[in-house]
């Protein structure tokens, strides 16, 4: 499972998902106050125990707007309501917001744990004033001997503690409408109980399930992130439970590339923890769409013009329709950089990337092809800390194509002027052409024509991708490269 894809996809339907998961949770109800509270009553099981784990389930007879906490303890000895007692000392001065239970249903797998090892669990109302209420409930278990297995489950299938959850069902459901919006792919889970949960989707061909408390964690980061970040923008204070789906749940990834995908179900617990539950669909397959009439009008035959007049003949073609260009000649070179289109601005964003892999130089030596941002400082910037935005082709408002900088109005953002190839081999970088156009006001992008002002191609190619050359190329000079 390719987890950079995950959290791409995840980035890019934040926005929607936020608005989604406010509005599948429920209305909201009052807590219990304490004040009265006598017919509060928990109830504690225990089963899938293993030498490493157990799973948990409680349940109340209260409103799903009920807290309470969970405990686990080696501690069997002390009597429960000291350890009450104690853990809600402990808890003093904490967010308890972030961290109580709200779930009427709730299932959490417990992992790692020791083996040989006596545990109990115990569960007690706790409002988000620090009030002990209702009645508490408590189970005690042991884990089994190191390498012994968990008890037979019916059709259930472990994965690194992670325990199929029945009560959801997720599939994929193309189009539809979520927020009020109209969206091309949605994925929905029924589900017939209250345990809290996110979506995702990954590639197919990567599905692994022994890493799915992997991307739980990742996306719990992912999610914790843009919350950050949005409370920051907004002036708000919505925390992780705000954003996770109970009962049924629909979520839009409109951002999807042509391919085979899995969709996942993943239960995240109230404080941000896997809680060992998920669910995954049937694979689905994605179409590529028949190209639009402005994702069109970008491919053919082009003449990069830097404003240091350097020139570039350069052939925009096809990757994925209305989604992706590929880029050939660039300093003259005959390899293709990926350019992600914009359908909604029409524009394509050049990143830094991996161009080429194990290309063999004149020398023998074998390296890659990067993709990288120059400066108006003249310095490179290297691949190191991701594929950052390095240049911008659009249309400018007397309809002429030009390619400007990335992060042009954000202010700590490095002022790149130039994007250019460079070899990648040893752990060192080496230039390949000085044939580089710069955008340090505007690269200008025509269609091409016979002019003695665009550098040849030093290497022949087609808008269908590399041809082989008689001639390798050779390594320029060695270049320093700093990290973004």
């Known amino acids: 499972m390719v987890m950079n894809f995950v959290k791409n996809i995840f980035r890019l339907a934040m926005v929607a998902f936020a608005a989604i998961a406010l509005s599948a949770c429920e209305s909201p109800e009052q807590p219990n106050n304490g004040d009265d509270n006598s017919d509060f009553v928990l109830s504690v099981d225990v089963d899938n125990i293993t030498a490493t784990s157990a799973k948990i389930k409680v349940s109340h007879n209260g409103k799903t707007a009920d807290s309470w906490y969970g405990l686990l303890t080696t501690d069997t000895s002390t009597r429960e309501d000291v350890l009450i007692d104690e853990a809600v000392t402990a808890l003093a001065g904490e967010e308890l917001g972030s961290l109580l239970i709200f779930n009427k249903n709730y299932t959490k797998i417990f992992s790692p744990l020791s083996p040989e090892t006596t545990y109990k669990y115990i569960a007690f109302g706790l409002t988000e004033d620090g009030v002990v209420y209702g009645e508490h409930s408590s189970v005690e278990f042991t884990t089994l ?53 996110t979506i995702a989707i990954v590639y197919a061909s990567e599905y692994d399930p022994s890493k799915l408390r992997d991307l739980g964690e990742e996306l719990v980061s992912s999610m914790l992130e843009y919350l950050e970040a949005y409370n920051t923008a907004y002036g708000t204070s919505f925390v992780l439970n705000d954003m996770l789906f109970r009962g049924n749940g629909i979520d839009a990834f409109d951002d999807l590339y042509p391919g085979y995908y899995i969709a996942v179900a993943v239960g995240i617990t109230s404080k941000g923890e896997v809680s060992g539950l998920y669910a995954v669909s049937q694979t689905f397959h994605i179409e590529e769409q028949a190209p639009t009439t402005l994702y069109s009008s970008w491919l053919g035959d082009w003449i990069l013009k830097g404003d240091n007049n350097i020139s570039n003949n350069v052939v925009i073609g096809r990757n994925v329709a209305n989604r992706s260009i590929n880029l050939m ?40 092809i990067h993709l990288l941002g120059l400066n108006d400082e003249g310095n490179t910037y290297g691949l190191d800390n991701g594929n950052y935005g ?6 400018l408002e007397n309809g002429n194509r030009a390619i400007v900088r990335y992060g042009l109005r954000e202010p700590n953002y490095p002022k790149f002027v130039a994007m250019m190839l460079a070899a990648y081999v040893g752990g060192e970088y080496y230039t390949l052409s000085e044939d580089i156009p710069s955008f340090n006001g505007v690269a200008e992008l025509a269609p091409a024509s016979a002019t003695a002002s665009a550098t040849p191609l030093h290497i022949p190619f087609s808008k269908r991708g590399l041809t082989t050359s008689p001639t390798p190329l050779r390594l320029g000079k060695q270049i320093e490269v700093i990290n973004f």
């Open 390 to 395: 390095i240049a911008i082709a659009g249309v």
């Open 329 to 368: 000649g660039l300093q003259g070179l005959p390899f293709s950089i990926v350019g992600e289109y914009s359908a909604e601005r029409n524009d394509i964003v050049f990143a830094a990337q991996i161009a080429y892999q194990n290309y063999q130089f004149s020398d023998g030596s074998v390296g890659d």
């Open 145 to 197: 001997s190191s390498g012994g297995a968990a008890p037979e489950d019916g059709e259930d299938e472990v994965y690194e503690n992670m325990l199929p959850n029945p009560a959801w069902s997720i599939a994929y459901t193309g189009a539809g409408t979520v927020n009020g919006n109209e969206c091309q792919h949605t994925v929905t889970v029924n589900s017939t109980d209250n345990n809290p949960y």
